[in-house]
T-cell receptor
Framework: SQQGEEDPQALSIQEGENATMNCSYK?????LQWYRQNSGRGLVHLIL?????REKHSGRLRVTLDTSKKSSSLLITASRAADTASYFCATDINTGANNLFFGTGTRLTVIP | GAGVSQSPSNKVTEKGKDVELRCDPI?????LYWYRQRLGQGLEFLIY????????KSGLPSDRFSAERTGESVSTLTIQRTQQEDSAVYLC?????????????FGNGTRLTVT
């Protein structure tokens, strides 16, 4: 079964608003990553947060990690129409498998 | 090349035919992954290659699926006797293991349609 589950499945906001997506996972992790996928394209790595970190920023992106709740959130501030895409969390689980397990994704639509 | 390259970008095939999908990873990346993504769904792990180690085939859904990789270069994913349920986007990713943190670089995928 998939390791991560995102919610909401779909999110529609107005340009300029903030978008928050959540990810829950099941087992202990080395790190958690967020990827973006534009329609018809591959996934692009956005940001990685280690298991011993609680918050990380990159430009308009802010990621939090709560290992006690096995959850993460991705916040996109001041959204733009170009942020419209699907966003996936992926976990590098603590088995040495060198594999990432992806969630089901959140489809974000930013309305201009 | 600059990124992961997959070919063909689109493939339409008749049920029962065999198909072969190709992936050229980023030069120097020792790890290569295949994922399947059904319409509107997340990524389903299929197979993982790391250097000369035995591949992790734990995600292959049936014995109709197989994959090969020669050294640290091109990989091919073969689906035999295709079924309509095989219709999906097949994504390849590569990574440089050993840098401490794993992040994947994806190709744009092959969209497979089985009619």
């Amino acid at each position: 079964s998939q390791q991560g589950e995102e919610d909401p499945q779909a999110l529609s906001i107005q340009e300029g608003e903030n978008a928050t997506m959540n990810c829950s996972y099941k087992t202990s992790i080395n790190n958690l990553q967020w990827y973006r996928q534009n329609s018809g394209r591959g996934l692009v790595h956005l940001i990685l947060i280690r298991s011993n970190e609680r918050e990380k920023h990159s430009g308009r992106l802010r990621v939090t990690l709560d290992t006690s709740k096995k959850s993460s959130s991705l916040l996109i501030t001041a959204s733009r129409a170009a942020d419209t895409a699907s966003y996936f969390c992926a976990t590098d689980i603590n088995t040495g498998a060198n594999n990432l397990f992806f969630g089901t994704g959140t489809r974000l639509t930013v309305i201009p | 090349g600059a990124g992961v390259s997959q070919s063909p970008s689109n493939k339409v095939t008749e049920k029962g035919k065999d198909v072969e999908l190709r992936c050229d990873p980023i030069s120097g990346h020792t790890a290569l992954y295949w994922y399947r993504q059904r319409l509107g769904q997340g990524l389903e792990f299929l197979i993982y290659f790391q250097g000369n180690s035995a591949p992790d085939k734990s995600g292959l859904p049936s014995d109709r699926f197989s994959a090969e990789r020669t050294g640290e270069s091109v990989s091919t994913l073969t689906i035999q006797r295709t079924q309509q349920e095989d219709s999906a986007v097949y994504l390849c990713a590569s990574s440089q293991i050993g840098t401490g943190l794993l992040s994947l670089h994806f190709g744009n995928g092959t969209r497979l349609t089985v009619t």
